[in-house]
């Protein structure tokens, strides 16, 4: 199912300029990074397996509020986020998460404009951290995946790495007001394409097609699992 990476030079410079971090980014980035190394003693496994450019879904078990800093700190080249739409209404706030590539979504209703910014980031050659179980974990065990993954893969054509966080809900669980001291380890698995399942999705009927969003979703999950 994964196949060997697509060379850089076969990107367009808009793919090339997606990857690059902001000053304001890469500000945030250094001490998400910084934080995770001298706090958390962090190991990042496997890094070589991000795409360094081009369209990229980076997908994610998700077990705290600490997730995507981590992860985003984690990865050598700017990464887009979900958050709340309302948050970008905030004076200040609104203008910080925008530069810190972050793309606005509804979580109460109105999907189609949120996989409408999420899949023209990937179509602008970013790369996007996704989490299929939609929530945190209340247990720290790994929940179901929602097939919105699967719908993204494949109006999107983008390759999708999988990634376990390891000690992230210990340190700063769903229940736990403030964070805690922990270790964390990154692990990055081999990228996913999907082609055959795709070239189906063109062709077959709405309830096959539901079906395959679903299939995505759970082979992600299996390999976050397998972490």
């Known amino acids: 199912m994964a196949s060997s990476p697509t060379h850089a030079?076969?990107?367009?410079?808009?793919?090339?300029?997606?990857?690059?971090?902001?000053?304001?980014?890469?500000t945030a980035w250094w001490l998400a990074r910084l934080s995770a190394r001298w706090v958390y003693h962090t190991r990042v496994e496997h890094v070589e397996r991000i795409p360094p450019v081009g369209p990229v879904i980076l997908a994610s078990n998700h077990a705290s509020l600490a997730d995507p800093p981590?992860?985003?700190?984690?990865?050598?080249?700017?990464?887009?986020?979900?958050?709340?739409?309302?948050?970008?209404?905030?004076?200040l706030l609104g203008w910080y998460i925008r530069k810190l590539n972050a793309v606005p979504v509804n979580r109460e209703?109105?999907?189609?404009?949120?996989?409408?910014?999420i899949l023209d980031r990937l179509h602008g050659g970013g790369a996007i951290l996704l989490f299929p179980e939609g929530?945190?974990?209340?247990?720290?065990?790994?929940r179901p995946a929602r097939s919105g993954i699967g719908l993204t893969v494949i109006k999107s054509g983008a390759p999708v790495v999988p990634i376990r966080l390891h000690g992230t809900y210990d340190a700063w669980g769903r229940n736990?007001?403030?964070?805690?001291?922990?270790?964390?380890?990154?692990?990055?698995?081999?990228?996913?394409?999907?082609?055959?399942?795709?070239?189906?999705?063109?062709?077959?009927?709405?309830?096959?097609?539901?079906?395959?969003?679903?299939?995505i979703a759970d082979t992600i999950m299996l390999r976050i699992a397998e972490l």
């Open 9 to 26: 030079t076969e990107f367009s410079r808009e793919h090339v300029l997606a990857a690059q971090m902001s000053w304001t980014y890469r």
């Open 70 to 91: 981590l992860i985003g700190g984690s990865i050598p080249r700017a990464v887009n986020f979900l958050a709340r739409d309302t948050l970008f209404q905030i004076p």
């Open 109 to 117: 209703g109105g999907g189609g404009a949120g996989l409408k910014a």
């Open 135 to 142: 929530t945190r974990t209340h247990d720290g065990n790994l």
């Open 176 to 215: 736990q007001r403030f964070p805690g001291r922990g270790r964390f380890r990154v692990v990055i698995g081999q990228p996913l394409h999907f082609e055959a399942l795709r070239a189906e999705a063109q062709k077959c009927d709405k309830e096959r097609l539901k079906a395959i969003y679903q299939e």
